[in-house]
């Protein structure tokens, strides 16, 4: 049994870098590279990734879990998460003076090899981070098309301290949480906060804070057509009307597959029916009531009783 495990072990990392070998390939030939793929950013932990698996569902949509790789091989200051990621000089926020032509060139040549590989005609990528990083992300893709899932801050703070406990959540040697001070520290608004943030729950709500504020941000400099903002109540609770929507936004026709509401979804036991405390109340901002007030959208929705 043990040698079957070894074989199986050492067929999978054939497989994987062999898959490498053919994504670097293919970065490098004169090829035009994918050029409308569509982001889902948000918080992690805010019902991104069970968007993603509806969406998987439609046989035109591949869904790109994660693919921080794809990342670091045409952007090493991606990375804050691995041991790399100091002598990558990796930052939470990247944006146009961190645009490079070929190494632009190279992300979408990676991102078109995903859809060759999968025989899919929509490729939507799901990375969290990537909340800090859509200025950049406009530079590279001029015609992409974002999709901003949104949940209550409290709720987010509570999933991301239970994955921070499990380990790994705020990067080798908490790198990804220096980053995020530094980045808090840059804005009179939040400069103080990291030094009040005294456990994960603290540094998740901040993290939510941060990641929300800047998708909110630039979503309000693009055109109308290109963006889609998801509470994430509405995806646990209409999670057919939701996906209908994005069908929508990216001009795709329904399937058969289309998710009804018998699908389980995860829910935190947080949530907002208990009082905010003050603490949670200064390093949410205000960003936190809309995100519990505003169901339609925190970019053009208008405050509603909260529910």
């Known amino acids: 049994m043990t040698a079957l495990c070894r074989v199986d072990a050492l067929r999978e990392t054939y497989y994987r870098w062999r898959i490498k070998f053919i994504e670097a390939a ?8 994918l050029a409308r793929p569509v982001f889902v950013v948000g918080c992690g932990r805010s019902g991104k990734s069970t968007l993603a698996g509806l969406l998987s569902r439609h046989p035109e949509v591949l869904c790109l879990d994660e693919p921080r790789h794809l990342w670091f091989s045409a952007f090493p200051q991606a990375d804050i998460w691995t041991s790399k990621a100091i002598e990558r000089r990796g930052r939470i926020a990247l944006d146009g003076q961190d645009y490079n032509a070929a190494r632009a ?17 929509t490729v939507l990528e799901e990375l969290a981070i990537n909340s800090f990083r ?15 899932v949104y949940r209550n801050g409290l709720e987010v703070a509570e999933l991301i301290q239970q994955a921070a406990e499990r380990g790994g959540w705020f990067g080798t040697n908490d790198y990804k949480w220096q980053q995020l001070a530094a980045y808090a520290a840059l804005y009179p608004a939040t400069a103080d906060l990291p030094e009040l943030c005294d456990d994960f729950y603290d540094r998740g709500l901040l993290e939510w ?17 290109s963006y889609l903002e998801i ?32 699908v389980v979804f995860h829910r935190s036991s947080a949530g907002i029916a208990r009082s905010v405390s003050a ?11 809309r995100a519990m007030c505003c169901p339609e959208g925190l970019v053009d929705g208008s405050p509603q009783a909260t529910v």
Do not use: C, M, W
Not at 134 to 148: D, S
């Open 134 to 148: 859509l200025p950049l992300i406009r530079e590279v893709f001029p015609q992409a098309r974002f999709i901003h």
């Open 209 to 225: 804070r941060l990641s929300t504020e800047a998708v909110v941000s630039f979503f309000q400099t693009l055109p109308r057509e």
């Open 26 to 33: 293919f970065s490098r030939l004169p090829v035009s590279g």
């Open 279 to 289: 603490k949670e109340r200064l390093i949410g901002g205000d960003i936190l009531d």
């Open 105 to 121: 060139r190279r992300l979408r040549r990676l991102f078109r090899v995903q859809a060759i590989r999968h025989d899919r005609s």
């Open 231 to 262: 509470n994430s109540k509405a995806l646990f609770d209409t999670p057919g009307r939701v996906v209908q929507q994005v069908y929508q936004l990216l001009g795709l026709t329904g399937d058969t597959n289309a998710p009804t509401t018998d």
